[in-house]
């Protein structure tokens, strides 16, 4: 397909009044373009308009919003009644229920309708976009077009190639989505095309986690989140989204993988959702959401000890610092420590070793070495964490342990103390987030900086899992899966190729163009 030259997008045509219809309609009409907007159901047409018209009147209400503003959104959105009054419009979006054989029908509907240099787009947020487009004339004018909810919030856009898409049809909708301030990446129609697909381990490790008993939801929850990080904790995320969505995502990418286990689902969340516990909108799901309190964290006591703390320091703190700048701050020098940059950050109180997991036991390193030890798990941010996740070995006295703690607590963190498992929690997730991120880069599916600002500005991860593990160090990522793969003898937590040749320094990332 060849666009016409200055090819322009004037009016913008959208199929779908439902949550992510109006979304987007709200997006395009903010730009100043022409919006024309159809749905089977008038009823549904009708409520969105008025529950935006609303929201966005409150806003001025507000003094967050100029009126004249949001009155001229409202009036470039056009209620159309029938397909046959989109001939006007030079790019059509669909937003409608994830079916692949009317979404075929529509857009083999439209191409009698509109000129053959419109470009249609589906909100697809499973379907494959070469599916979507393998009856139409002129295949190569259908690219997916994956907005987040809500739409007129949530940066990130995917823009979805499918075997047959145009490259003009690719840019055209880049540079658009560009000009209405949002981040577009493009990639390659596979399953989950970027967000979903590499979001999976999110919440399957967490899940792992709840399943062997590691901890309680609040608690495991915040070792991602308070300890970790990440702006929300996987189970209260997927009690928000709803476990029917969540699952139904995670099956979809495992059946579309030929059951893969990187994407194996949960056992204990399809019991939920046969139980019709979806979360916030059931008003159960890992939570209660009723007049009862939630269910907190479980924090270490207070330790409190009668004589000043021995620490020394060893290891490479330059991957981390935020960690260094917190032990500077507290009065613990950290000079000297060049030299042992191939050495984890590593910690000595009280005669205690503490250090950064690398996925084996923390009673193993205890018996190897005839110490106590105490393992930390990975956190985004230790300076701004407010909590930090510890593991105890299994030869060390509940003294200590303690020393540890009060270590810590010293810092002014509160201490997650989970059993001793491998990699613990934040350490294990984000080197599955990093092995799925760089199968996405190694088959092709989407650029480096395109995968990391998905991450980022689709789900808020605090750091895109691609540079997140090229600060860690490769080897590190590497190590972490192959002790998991070992514990569990379990093909999920297989390396990906690109990760051990990253490891081995036969090729490196480029991060240009990362946001």
Partial sequence: MTLPLNYAIKTVAVIGAGTMGIGIAQVAATAGLTVLLFDVNQDVLNRSLNT???????RVEQGKAESKTAE????????????????????????????????????????????????????????????????????????????????????????????????????????????????????????????????????????????????????????????????????QLTD??????????????????????????????????????????????????????????SFAAKVHLSHPQDVEIRGNWQIFPEFAQLLSESGISLEGLAQQSNQSPTLIVNDVIIMLTNGELASYYAQ?????????????????????????????????????????????????????????????????????????VNKGVATVPDTDNAMRFGVNYPKGPLAWGAQLGWSRVLSVLEQLAQFYGDNRYRPNPLLKQLAAGYQSLSFKELL
């Fill in 240 to 297: 928000l989204i709803g476990h029917d969505v969540n699952y139904a995502v995670t099956e979809s990418v495992f059946q579309a993988f030929g059951y893969d286990p990187r994407f194996q689902t949960s056992l204990m969340q399809l019991e939920l959702v046969q139980a019709g516990h979806f979360g916030r909108k059931s008003k159960q799901g890992f939570y209660h959401y009723d007049d009862k309190p939630h269910s907190t964290a």
């Fill in 72 to 235: 001229a959104l409202i009036a470039n959105i056009h209620v159309v009644k029938s397909l046959s009054e989109f001939s006007s419009a030079q790019l059509v979006i669909e937003a409608i229920a994830e079916k692949l054989a009317i979404k075929q029908a529509i857009f083999g509907e439209l191409e009698d309708i509109c000129h053959e240099s419109t470009i249609f787009a589906s909100n697809t947020s499973s379907l494959s976009i070469t599916a979507i487009g393998c009856q139409l004339k002129y295949p190569e004018r259908l690219a997916g077009l994956h907005f987040f909810n809500p739409a007129p919030v949530m940066k990130l856009v995917e823009v979805i190639r499918g075997l047959e898409t145009s490259p003009e049809v690719i840019e055209q909708l880049k540079a658009l989505t560009l000009s209405w301030g949002k981040v577009p990446v493009i990639c390659r129609s596979t399953p989950g095309f970027i967000v979903n697909r590499v979001a999976r381990p999110f919440y399957a490790e967490t899940l792992r986690a709840l399943e062997e008993k590691v901890g309680t939801p609040a608690t495991l929850d915040s070792a991602l989140r308070d300890a970790g990080g990440f702006a929300m904790g996987p189970l």
């Fill in 52 to 58: 935006m018209a609303q929201r966005l009147r409150k």
């Fill in 368 to 440: 190897q070495t005839n110490q106590a030890v105490v393992l930390f798990d990975l956190s985004a941010n230790y300076l701004a964490a407010t909590a930090i996740t510890l593991t105890f070995a299994a030869q060390n006295s509940a003294q200590q342990n303690q020393h540890a703690v009060a270590f810590f607590q010293s810092l002014g963190k509160n201490v997650i103390v989970l059993p001793d498992y491998p990699a613990l929690l934040t350490m294990r997730t984000v080197a599955m987030l990093c092995n799925e991120a760089l199968d996405v």
